[in-house]
């Protein structure tokens, strides 16, 4: 039985984000299907204040899904990136089991570089780093400000080191793979409220980071703002559920609301699994824009969000980011670069709906089914 750790350092610290949980625990259940006993590492650094509460927080959702047994968190009270024998508290595994279980694991899957104690990632004989923000962390690795001494690389950006992707490669062998989704967690989902075209979403990102003179915006909220128009364009209902906390954030609702988008608190719709799922399920369909910076580099970057909407069996009309080269497009996934592409999108959807859900169900089968992803993954990591 292969043994593998998931790494990750972003869930712990976002206890009111069910999107942020869905990401790993696919992961987690697609390797439990492949037969692999599993752990997931779990990193935190102090948030200000006491952090005990967001381990408590974690620990009981992991609960949900029968991981509480598997999994290790890792408490960095001091607040650095610490050296081996600096100060740690441990949580779940002890760390005689933590340590035993990585002397015989075979593989390390680290996302977005969540593993960065060197002890940690030396423990493992075979280390995998996993790019989930395609476009921008090659451009940071190009800067100098990410450093990575993994043994594989791989990412969701199915156009990196393709021709027409601008994306710096590092000297790196870049493997592409999809945001796995466990098929069968979404299934059989009620619909409810509104109906809307819908989507979960970060209005704010990543700085803009610059490499050669050209600038990569890290935030979705140009592209979202592009498209104001839609709901007068298409007579359709449109909900963004968003964290709107940062000064001047009111204005944006308001303009927003003004345009006829429902704007609701990610936090209160989505804030655990759940009801992150409820909310999926609660969709017509999905309507987001992509990061400025995706859509700059063709990366070939797709949501794992959206992948969940597809498994839910809901359409999805999203952004095109240099995907449409390796997924179908049109039913199911209708893509738009322009806004008159959107409004096409979504009245596609309303005259065949019941087609582009079949479609969107079968797409999601075919191409996100965390055992198809995640084992493809392990025999090019050579487990």
């Known amino acids: ?209 610059v490499n050669a003179g050209e600038e990569y915006d890290g935030s979705k909220r140009p592209e979202f703002l592009r498209m104001l128009d839609l709901p007068a364009l298409t007579g359709e209902s449109f909900e963004l559920a968003l964290d709107l906390t940062a000064m001047g954030d009111g204005d944006d609702r308001h303009l927003l609301r003004e345009k006829g988008w429902r704007v609701v608190d990610a936090h209160q719709v989505a804030g655990d699994f759940a009801s992150y799922r409820r909310y999926v399920h609660g969709a017509r369909a999905e309507f987001s824009a992509a990061k400025p910076g995706y859509v700059k580099t063709r990366s070939g970057w797709f949501s794992d969000r959206s992948a969940c909407y597809l498994a839910a069996g809901r359409p999805v009309v999203v952004q095109e980011a240099g995907f449409g080269a390796f997924l179908p497009t049109g039913q199911g996934v209708p893509s738009f670069a322009t806004v008159e592409e959107a409004v096409q999108g979504v009245a596609a959807i309303r005259q065949h709906y019941s087609a582009h859900c079949n479609a969107a169900r079968e797409i999601a089968r075919e191409y996100f089914a965390a055992e198809k992803v995640l084992g493809k993954l392990l025999t090019e990591a050579g487990v």
């Open 1 to 209: 039985m292969p043994k593998v750790i998931v790494g990750s350092g972003f869930v712990a610290q976002s206890p009111r984000a069910g999107g942020v949980f869905s990401v790993v625990l696919q992961y987690l259940l697609g390797l439990r299907r492949l037969g692999c006993e599993v752990c997931w590492l779990e990193l935190l650094w102090p948030e200000g204040g006491d952090d005990r509460p967001l381990i408590r927080r974690f620990m009981s959702q992991l609960a949900d899904y029968g991981l509480e047994r598997d999994c290790c968190l890792i408490y960095f009270p001091q607040g650095t990136w610490p050296e081996a024998g600096r100060a740690r508290e441990w949580y779940g595994w002890s760390p005689a089991r933590f340590w035993q279980f990585c002397a015989e694991a075979d593989l390390l899957l680290d996302l977005c570089a969540s593993v960065r104690p060197p002890d940690l990632l030396a423990a493992v004989r075979r280390t995998a780093f996993l790019d989930l923000d395609p476009g921008f962390m090659q451009l940071w690795i190009e800067l100098g400000t990410l450093r990575l001494s993994h043994d594989l690389f791989f990412t969701v950006g199915q156009n990196i080191g393709r021709p027409g992707c601008p994306v710096p490669l590092g000297g790196i062998a870049w493997h592409p793979f999809w945001p796995p989704v466990d098929i069968d967690l979404w299934q059989d989902g009620a619909r409810g409220g509104v109906a809307s075209f819908s989507t979960v979403s970060q209005w704010w990102g990543y700085p803009t980071t």
